[in-house]
T-cell receptor, first 112, second 117 residues
Framework: DQQVKQNSPSLSVQEGRISILNCDYTNSMFDYFLWYKKYPAEGPTFLISISSIKDKNEDGRFTVFLNKSAKHLSLHIVPSQPGDSAVYFCAASYTGGFKTIFGAGTRLFVKA | EAGVTQFPSHSVIEKGQTVTLRCDPISGHDNLYWYRRVMGKEIKFLLHFVKESKQDESGMPNNRFLAERTGGTYSTLKVQPAELEDSGVYFC???????????????FGPGTRLTVL
């Protein structure tokens, strides 16, 4: 039972354009959502997060949107750069819970 | 400040052998997590330590896996005996707050790639 789903295994985008990575979740108790970025042979690194009391959080070129009614969040990268090419993991947790649940990741290719 | 380190980076063993993975968290991080990722699938939670205590080990696959964190510093994850399906990348992460407090950001090590032949 996968509680966090990233249905697109890969995404290819031209440099300078917008990258949109999507994530769906099933557990309505989740109240904190994160995006991690992973390069080959490295561990995931924290990118951006959002609390369930917000619907948007922005950090430079990265914006995360949360739609609680649809149990959906998305990560927007604008403008996309070749260095953004990596695997992006969506993750979720809830206050009082003991674990963070990760999705399977979406591999982003940004073409120069 | 040093990040999370893991040793070895890669281990190849035969079915039935024993392997021990080590994780050194960021200094001062009470929370330590083990995860596993198998062939492009999700990063799956294995267990969570708070200092030397196991907070949640619900993700451990079976009793062939044993995790310890003596003294609340580094942690080891032993697989004995290893099976083919244990192959994957084992990640360790550490954090200050812990997922129970909400808004927990975890810092990951580079992982240990385990291959069981």
């Amino acid at each position: 039972d996968q509680q966090v789903k990233q249905n697109s295994p890969s995404l290819s985008v031209q440099e300078g354009r917008i990258s949109i990575l999507n994530c769906d979740y099933t557990n309505s108790m989740f109240d904190y959502f994160l995006w991690y970025k992973k390069y080959p042979a490295e561990g995931p690194t924290f990118l951006i997060s959002i609390s369930s009391i917000k619907d948007k959080n922005e950090d430079g070129r990265f914006t995360v949107f949360l739609n609680k009614s649809a149990k959906h969040l998305s990560l927007h990268i604008v403008p996309s750069q070749p260095g953004d090419s990596a695997v992006y993991f969506c993750a979720a947790s809830y206050t009082g819970g003991f674990k963070t649940i990760f999705g399977a990741g979406t591999r982003l290719f940004v073409k120069a | 400040e040093a990040g999370v380190t893991q040793f070895p980076s890669h281990s190849v063993i035969e079915k039935g052998q024993t392997v021990t993975l080590r994780c050194d968290p960021i200094s001062g991080h009470d929370n330590l997590y083990w995860y596993r990722r198998v062939m492009g699938k999700e990063i799956k939670f294995l267990l969570h330590f708070v200092k030397e205590s196991k907070q949640d080990e619900s993700g451990m696959p079976n009793n062939r896996f044993l995790a310890e964190r003596t003294g609340g510093t580094y942690s080891t994850l032993k697989v004995q005996p290893a099976e083919l399906e244990d192959s994957g990348v084992y990640f360790c992460a550490s954090s200050t707050k812990g997922t129970r407090m909400g808004t927990d950001t975890q810092y990951f090590g580079p992982g240990t790639r385990l291959t069981v032949l």
